[in-house]
């Protein structure tokens, strides 16, 4: 394009509308080479730092996504850095750019993208906004921190912080089987146990009592091999689980039930099992609880944390790991994920 017959918009000066359109173009060109490269797509800059593990984190909260539905998983709350796609989703990013790429800069566009796709303007902003909020989807504590402050553009001074970054986190995500999850216990605000399931966010709950429970029960029996929750955070350490015990529940309940009866050496089984047919293998421990589940149970429907005494403090359960077959993982590594370097 003629860079010299550019339209000044918002304000900007005729080198800095260059320099932002030159940019989007920059970024379609790099999408499209990248498409075919790996499944996701990630937009990193050359002058950042990233927290430990990244990667891991990343590629943990795209696969425990309950739907393919979303657009953008933001790990950092700053202009376009952290930002992951879908590979196939790039072409519709780049067609749209490309019409606008004079415009505006990137970021103002894909708040655009969104609202044409889901947005009904005979609703609210509030309606869109809900709306916008699926298909965007924000990380915290941000992953990234942009640390340099000369940009390529010449005379601008970068010196915007993510005041996330840093951060401890207060929860803990896993890519855990798809599942329903409910409890008898009342939510606090929008500290939701799926959220809690699905890494999001912890889950935040009044006084427990003896007979609440928090059931996960999977869409499809699955083999379960180990199994881990973490309950407080740093901010309420003293807000954990006392006397609740962990249970599953066995699809195949004839070779359970089998298991649950064989006595140990003292003569007594070694499991106990509930009326409802739920098997006791473990306890929290200092708000912990971790274990192996025993493989002669077979694939389990369901699994269950049962409070059994009154406890006298509100509960937060932070992190939630219950792990499949390693093959999971395995598929996802012969793919690979796109880190997309382009400074500011």
Known sequence: PDFSRLRESFGDPKERVRWRTKQNLDYCFLMMYAQSKGTYYVQLEDDIVARPNFFTTMKNFALQQPSEEWMILEFSQLGFIGKMFKSVDLSLIVEFMLMFYRDKPIDWLLDHIMW??????????????????????RFKPSLFQHVGTHSS????????????????????????????VTTSLKTYQHFTLEKAYLGE?????????????????????????????????????GDKLFNTSVEVLPFDNIQAEKEALTEAKDRTPKYHRTEDGFIRIGMFQNGIAEGEVNPTFGPLEAMRLSVVTDSPVWVILSEVRTPKEFE?????????????????
């Open 116 to 137: 044409v796709k889901v947005c009904n303007p005979e609703k609210d902003a509030k309606h869109c906004d809900r709306q916008k909020a699926n298909l965007r989807i």
């Open 153 to 180: 553009l010449a005379g601008k001074i970068q010196k915007l912080k993510d005041k996330d970054f840093g951060k401890q986190a207060l929860h803990k995500g896993h890519a855990n089987p798809l599942a329903e």
């Open 201 to 237: 966010d912890f889950f935040w709950a009044f006084t427990p009592v003896a007979g609440d429970f928090i059931r996960i029960r999977f869409f499809t029996p699955v083999r379960i091999e180990r199994y881990f929750f973490r309950s407080g955070n740093i901010e309420h350490p």
């Open 328 to 344: 999971r993982f395995q598929k996802f590594w012969r793919n690979s994920v796109v880190d997309a370097c382009f400074p500011a």
